[in-house]
C-alpha cells in the first residue's frame, strides 16, 4: 500500500516538477509547483511526519503559491516565448543529465542503505515538532524569525521608497 | 476491518447526502430570511412556501447551456469550478457531529474520521480553495472577472492571518489539535465552552468576522460585487460550473459554522448538564411547535391552512417523542445541539446580509491589516502568558 502510494505521489510530483520548466506560461508553472508541493505533503504524511505535510500544504502552498499566483495575475505577465535553442545543450546538457542522475542514484544508494517503512518515522506530530523547536533548535528557531523580521522591515522599506 | 469500511461507506453516503441537500435548502432559508427582514415573501410559488424552490433551481441549472466561451485558458477554466467544489467539499470529512456511538454492536464516531491534526487540515483545504476562485478569475479571460479573482485572493490571503491567530488561541487552551479531544475538553456545560471558560469572546469575535471574509459573503463580498464588477470572478461561467461556485460557497459556510461551533462553542455539548433537564429542552422546542401549529390549524386564516397544519403538528409530535426515546436520545441530542448551535451562526450570516451595506476596498484591507491582525496578535499573546501562568 505504501508503495503504491509512494510510486504514484513521487510520479507525480516528479511529472509536475518538469511541468514547472517545461510550461511557457507562468501560471501554468505557479499550478505545476503547487502540484509539487501537494504530492511532497502526501510523501510526508507516507513516512508519518503529518505536522510537516499539514505546515507544507498550508504555507507553501496555500499562502506562498497563492502570493505567486496573485503577482502573477496582477503584473498579468503573458506567456514567454522560446527563442535561441541552441543545439549545445541538448548534446552536452543530455549526457550531462544522465551523469548526474546515475551519480546521485549511486550517491544515495551507499549513503541510505535502509529502507523506509509506512509511519516508520515517529516524532512528526505537532507535540514533537514543537518540543524538537523550543528545546533542540532554539536558537535556529529564534534567529530564522529574527531573519524573517528583518525580511519584513525591508519589505515595508523598499515599498517607502516608492510610494514617495 | 471489512465491517470498518462498511460503516465508513455509510457514513460518507450520509454525510453527503444530508449535506448537499442542507447546501440546496440553506439557500432557500437564506432567499427567506432576506425576504422577511426587506418585509417581502420571498420564494413562493413553487411547491407550499417556495419549498420545491431548490429542486426547481437545480433542475433549471442542469439543463442550461454549458458555455465555454472562446479565448478562455481552457484547461485551467474547467478545472476552476472543481477545484473549488472539491475543496470545499474535503473539509467537511473531518468534522464532527457527535459523540462516540452504538450501532447495531459496532462503536463509531458520528464523524468521518478522526485526524489528530484535524484543525490544520481544515485550515490546508481552505487554503487551498483559493486557488479555485483565483484560477476561474484569471482564466476567463475577462477583465472584471480578472479582477473579482485579484480582489478575493488579496482577500482571502489577508484574512486568513487573524483567522488562523484566533484558531490558535483556543488551542492553546484545550492543547489538541483533534477536533473531537477540543470537544471533550469543553464538555459540561456553557461555563466550560472555550468562549466563556477559557475568555475567548474576542477571538470568537474575530473568528467571526475573519470567516465572513473568507467565504467571501457580506459586507465583506467585494470579489462578487455586481455594481463594479458584473458578477465577479464566476461572470463567465453557466450552467453547473456556475453551481459548483454557489455550492462551495455555501459548503465553506457550513464548514466555517461548524468550525466556530467545534472551537469556541463546545461543539455538541449541551449548554447545561443533562441532570438539569437540557435533553428535555429539543422535545418540548418539537412540542410547542407541534401546539402552534396545531392552534393555527384550529383558527384557519385559509382553508388549506386547516387541513395542512394540523398533520405539521403531528409530525412535530412525533419528532418530540422520539427525542424522548432513551436508545435515540444517546446520539439525537447532541446531534440536535450541535446543528442548533451552527444553525445559529449560519442565521447570523444571513441577518447580516440582509442588514449591513458593502465595505469599500480600501476599509476591507485597512480593517484587516490595522485592527483585525494587531487585536488577534495580542489576544494570542494574553493568552499565552495565562495559559503558561495557569498550567
New interface residues.
Partial sequence: MDVILFLIFAIIAVVCAINVVVQT?P??SA?SL?GVMGSLAILYLTLGA??LA??Q??VY???VM??F??VI??L?AGAETKKGQSSMALFLGGPLLVALLILLVWFVQSRYSETVHFGGFRGG??QDVGRALFTTYLLPFEVTSILILIAILGAIVLARKEMD | MDAFIVISLIKIVVVFAVLMTTLAYLQWVERKVIAHIQIRPGPYRVGPHGLLQPLADVIKLITKEDLVPPYV?KP?YLAAPFMAITMALLSISVIPFGPVIQVAGYQTAMQLTD???GV??V??VS??G??GI??A??SSNNKYA?LG??RS??Q??SY?LPLSLTIAAPLLISNT?SLRTLVDRQTGGIWHWNVIHGGQIVSFLIFLIAAFAETNRVPFDLPEAENELVAGFHTEYSSMKFASFFMAEYANMITVSCMAVLLFLGGWDAPWPAQYGSSLVPAAIFAFAGVVALYHGMHAARRRDAKTLPVFGIVFFIIAAVFLLPMMQSWLVPLFWFCAKTGSILFLYMWIRGTLPRFRYDQLMGFTWKFLFPVAVLNLLVTGFVVALVS
Avoid: C, P, Q
Fill in positions: 506560461h501560471i501554468s499550478i503547487v503529518e505536522f499539514a505546515a500544504v498550508i502552498a496555500g499562502a497563492v502570493l499566483v496573485f495575475m496582477l498579468n506530530s505537532a | 485558458n485551467l485526524l489528530n491534526i490544520l487540515f485550515l490546508a487554503s487551498m483559493v486557488y483565483a484560477l478569475g484569471w480578472l479573482g485579484l485572493s488579496a482571502m490571503i486568513e489539535l
